[in-house]
């Protein structure tokens, strides 16, 4: 059993910042800190493309280019909760924000992933 619950998503105005939260629960994540987390977003009529990831070891971030140096991710292992910091929000970051979980490594695959949330919206108006 797993599951993983986005929040934070909301409409803001470009220039503006939010914070999407990621929450794992179930007994699949009795062992999180194993877990690779992604987040991954998708617009509508485009594909789902990877954002940002954090490693297992807490060691490993990766980053989109486009959102390199204004978003920011982390992880609270005690808490079971990886976090999305995005600042200087464009509207091209408009869509519907996903994490996603990998055992150990991150990977730009979609496919990869075995544990999906239900996603977040995020809207960036001009």
């Known amino acids: 059993q797993a599951q993983l619950v986005e929040s934070g998503g909301g409409l803001v105005q470009s220039g503006g910042s939010l914070r999407l939260s990621c929450v794992a629960s179930g007994s699949t994540f009795k062992y999180y800190g194993y877990y690779a987390i992604g987040w991954f977003r998708q617009a509508p009529g485009k594909e789902r493309e990877g954002v940002s990831c954090?490693?297992?070891?807490?060691?490993?971030?990766e980053y989109i280019d486009s959102v390199r140096g204004r978003f920011t991710i982390s992880r609270d292992n005690a808490k079971n909760t990886v976090y999305l910091q995005m600042n200087s929000l464009k509207p091209e970051d408009t869509a519907l924000y996903y994490c996603?979980?990998?055992?150990?490594?991150?990977?730009?695959?979609?496919?990869?992933?075995?544990?999906w949330g239900q996603g977040t919206q995020v809207t960036v108006s001009s």
């Open positions: 996603a979980a990998v055992y150990h490594y991150c990977s730009p695959d979609p496919g990869r992933y075995d544990y």
């Open positions: 954090i490693s297992s070891s807490d060691v490993i971030t």
